[in-house]
């Protein structure tokens, strides 16, 4: 058997900042594949932390965003990855010919209270497991 067929599907989250959407998503793939899926999120412009609001509403689902950073998008996090889904950051996010590509238009949950970053949270996470579903995978929660 071949890496190819042993290796796990990857994802690729990519924003402008990778401080609240792209790190949200990640955090529900780790959380919900339980390990089948790699996952990484980069931004076009990374902001210098995770947006609190956005670590609180995932805290109430279980989920510790505390640790992470946002980071650069490179072209090796690109190559790396099955799939490239960007959110909702326009021209901002490039385009990469080649990848399973989405891009999911959400609210950024920058500048808003947590009464708004739940419905976004919710969003994503209603997404999160649909893709997971299309990879073949069963969300464990």
Not at 9 to 20: D, T
Not at 38 to 51: D, F, H, I, K, Q
Not at 66 to 76: F, I, K, Q, S
Request: hydrophobic share 40%; aromatic share 4%.
């Amino acid at each position: 058997m071949s890496d190819a067929e042993t290796a796990p599907p990857s994802v690729l989250f990519v924003c402008v900042h990778n401080a609240g959407r792209s790190q949200m998503a990640a955090g529900f793939v780790r959380a919900l594949s339980g390990g089948a899926v790699e996952v990484r999120s980069a931004g076009t412009l990374p902001a210098e932390a995770v947006n609190p609001v956005a670590v609180e509403a995932m805290r109430e689902r279980g989920i510790d965003l505390g640790g992470a950073t946002p980071t650069v998008l490179t072209d090796e996090a690109v190559r790396a990855s099955d799939a490239v889904i960007t959110m909702g950051c326009g021209d901002a996010c490039p385009w990469y010919p080649g990848k399973d590509y989405q891009d999911w238009e959400l609210d950024d949950p920058a500048g808003q209270d947590l009464d708004a970053v739940r419905p976004i949270r919710d969003e994503i996470e209603r997404r999160v497991r649909a893709l997971l579903t299309g990879l073949g995978v069963d969300p464990v929660a």
